[in-house]
């Protein structure tokens, strides 16, 4: 999403640091010029509440949070407002997803597109590809700490090369210097102008079974439909 100067904000107890698309702009003049370490390639194997924030242009909001467990380019996602919880498992890997329903003992395997892939990438789900055309610049703003993990919040600039009519997009993520720079929060705006909060809470870190990350044995493929 390519930003203008309206003024969107989330609150203090949302992310910590008052922000808005102005700010965003301010902040890239007066950071530091020396840029922090990338996200690294090999981000933690981990289970966490992923809690989503979306704030529409008008102010209004909306919450959802998910338990994940991550592995590597897999991830599992447990629907918790559902009796039994609805389970998502994204192979980024192989670019498969499959929705497991326990209750009925079944599940649908369905292809992941480029363009989920490149939203788990850019909320910290799973290790970013590198992009040629994609050029990015890194400002470190200052440290923070969620929920005792020590993090430098980072400006993220993007833009595509040879692309200037397309602007650029602007993220914020904090990242935590004790996890491999896993980011635990991140802000930035989607294409509706929807300002969305990605939090991590609750992470523990350390091995994940693999069988968490595979549809369950003895249940029955659904696909091809």
Aim: charged letters at 20%; one cysteine or more; proline letters at 8%.
């Amino acid at each position: 999403m390519m930003f203008s100067n309206s003024g969107f904000r989330i609150t203090h107890a949302m992310t910590g640091v008052a922000l808005t698309a102005g700010m965003f702009i301010a902040v890239a003049a007066s950071a530091e010029t020396s840029s922090p370490p990338s996200t690294l390639a090999v981000l933690p194997d981990l289970s966490a509440k992923l809690q989503t924030t979306l704030i529409d242009p008008n102010g209004h909001r909306s919450l959802s949070t998910v338990q994940i467990y991550r592995s590597g380019q897999s991830v599992r996602y447990e629907h918790t407002d559902s009796d039994p919880p609805e389970i998502w498992i994204m192979d980024f890997k192989e670019m498969k997803e499959y929705r497991i329903y326990a209750g009925d003992k079944i599940y649908f395997e369905t292809p992941i597109s480029n363009r989920l892939s490149f939203k788990a990438q850019r909320e910290g789900l799973i290790p970013k590809e590198n992009h040629p055309e994609l050029i990015e610049t890194r400002f470190l703003l200052r440290e923070d700490r969620i929920e005792g993990h020590p993090c430098d919040i980072v400006l993220l600039l993007r833009s595509i090369k040879d692309r200037k009519d397309l602007g650029t997009d602007y993220t914020l993520l904090w990242e935590a210097r004790d996890l491999n720079r896993q980011p635990l929060r991140i802000a930035y705006y989607q294409p509706s102008s929807t300002l969305a909060v990605i939090d991590l809470l609750a992470v523990q870190a350390g091995p994940i079974d693999p069988g968490l990350l595979q549809p369950p044995s003895g249940f029955a493929s659904m696909s091809p439909y």
